[in-house]
């Protein structure tokens, strides 16, 4: 654990030195810049449109975040080679990738909070009608979760292939968890619906992150709803991190 | 007394990568090769003759597909094995923004040292590798010869039994060539029971550094022998070249030798020590003057390198003048 807490302690240095996460973090910036603006023009349900804005940006910015800086964490130590020098040491496969994982992850909960905050302090200087941090406060930290387990699928892809095969693997389950309504609404044929009922067992609901309508119309939710989508949180992680550690832990490393 | 601790231990390891569906491609075939504690072993060979493959599958990054290989009696790859190595990999590479320094103290820290201890050994390995000075520089300002002498000191950190390096010299200007060989040999000195065991496609590499050699070619195993025998089995010969030599000894050298003139004098060949101590002899005793003698091997280099693709290529000849 010691060996995991050292390797994630160089992610995060490693990603805060990241030009990728700097464009990411000035995307988010940006995108909160603009719907202050908006929410400006706009009369009406203002406070409502520039919350939905900011919260839209905070979640899609960090699922590129996820996905990208994944990819590069791995893929940068693998053609470097440095990754054979760690584990040339004694140390086990799991707890390199579980310190990568955990470097990662911190760094995104706090750069969702961050983007929390900042939505927070508009909402306060230029928003008009009511506004609740709980919910705010809520919809940022599922926004986080819904990140760590996009994080643990891009790393349960990236351990087996390359960046375009992971982009796309990690990409679709997050849309395909959040259509699973959708999917299975349209599906006819019997055979069609026990393959997808098979299927939804090991892919997450995404869904149950949402609350970002909720918060723009500043509805906070019971805690112990809260409390119980984070644990529905780690089993995933803890699902998709199992499965990045097998696959490679069996694979060559050729580099 | 006299039996040999053998720390790697190869038996009849085969490698086949997967190159396609059905496609593979043999990088090692049935090795078996011991290496005996505390000395420096080479392992010679050509560019994809299956050095680097041999060495991951030491660590345990690339599993055999036939075979099994120990380390100090440990199977290869597990962390109690790899507890006892320090690894260089070919071409090491850090995070660019980290610290010589902080380099040290993370991968000692990896090998489980820490507090004073570990200190003490980053100082150490700094001063050994020659360091102290660039300890508190970013690793992206280190040339070539200085990234290549931290990943020296990271492998060392843990003062390993076992040092493995992935071709240490190659990629360095000639200074820096030799700054690693006397690193290789000053650590051999100062850690006399560490085995070295290290890769390479010099043969002068070997022969400067190592007590024992094993020589890979396309994945087989060609020779595994100490270094002097090496010598014997390729078939080592001396060139000499005199001149002001007397009528008598000319006449006997051309029908003895098949001694030819030269720009630089007589030249011809002998194949023994025995016979060059003679030849050396005679020659001084009757006022000749000894412009060289030099030590060639012709069996090594074939071994190493018989199917060069473009020795007998020629360029095509442009018809001068034009039309
Ligand atoms: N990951 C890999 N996939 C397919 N072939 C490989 C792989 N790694 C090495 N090889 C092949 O195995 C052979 C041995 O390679 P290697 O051990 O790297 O040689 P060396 O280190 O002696 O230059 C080469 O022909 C190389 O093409
Ligand atoms: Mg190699």
Known sequence: MTNSLRIAWVAIQELLHEKVSYLLIGFALFSLGMSLV??????GEQAKLTLDFMLGATQISMLLFAIFMGISLFQKELSMGSISMILSKPISRASFLLGKYLGQVCMQFLITWMMGLMTCLFCLR?????????????????????????????????????????????????????GRDTVSSNLRETSDLILWNSAKTVLPDLEIFNMKALASYSQ?????????????????????????VLFFSRRDIAT | MSTKVIDISINEVTKEFATGIFKKKLAVDKLTLDIPRGQIVGLLGANGSGKSTTIKMILGFLK??????????????TRQSRSLIGYLPENPRFQKFLRG??????????????????TQQ?????????????????????????????????????????????EPMSGLDPLGRMEIRDLIRAIHDGMPDTTIFFSTHILSDVEALCSS????????????????????????????????????????????HGATTTSLGLSFNVESVDILTA????????????????????????????DRKYENFQFPRQAAGGA
């Open chain 2, 213 to 256: 050699v094993a020589l890979l070619k396309k994945g087989v195993l060609k020779t595994a022998c100490e270094i002097n025998q090496l010598m014997v089995q390729d078939g080592q010969f001396y060139s000499i070249v005199v001149t002001d030599l007397n009528q008598t000894l000319e006449t006997k050298y051309r029908a003895e």
């Open chain 2, 122 to 166: 980053t100082d150490h390995m700094l001063e050994l590798v020659g360091l102290k000075h660039a300890r508190a520089e970013r690793v992206g300002g280190y040339i070539k010869g200085m990234t290549q002498r931290l990943a020296i000191a990271q492998a060392l950190m843990n003062k390993p039994k076992l040092l493995i390096f992935d």
């Open chain 2, 279 to 306: 030849r050396l002899t005679e020659i001084s005793r009757t006022g000749g003057t000894i412009v060289s003698v030099n030590t060639q091997r012709r069996g090594l280099e074939e071994i190493l390198f018989s």
């Open chain 1, 126 to 178: 230029f928003g008009t009608g009511s506004f609740s941090a709980a919910a705010v406060f809520q919809t940022v930290t599922l926004i986080a979760w819904e990140a760590a387990i996009i994080t643990a699928v891009t790393y349960a892809f990236a351990v087996n292939s390359g960046a375009v095969v992971t982009s796309l693997g990690a990409a679709s389950i997050f849309f395909i968890g959040h």
């Open chain 2, 64 to 77: 055999p597909t036939h075979g099994q290989i120990f380390v100090c009696d440990q199977p290869a790859g």
């Open chain 2, 101 to 118: 320094e902080y380099i040290l103290n993370y991968y000692g820290r990896l090998y489980g040292l820490g507090g004073k201890q570990l």
């Open chain 1, 220 to 244: 906070s939710i019971e805690w112990n709803e809260f409390f119980l989508a984070s644990c529905y949180g780690t089993v995933c992680v803890a699902f998709y991190l199992a499965l990045a």
């Open chain 1, 38 to 43: 908006f929410g400006q023009m706009t009369y």
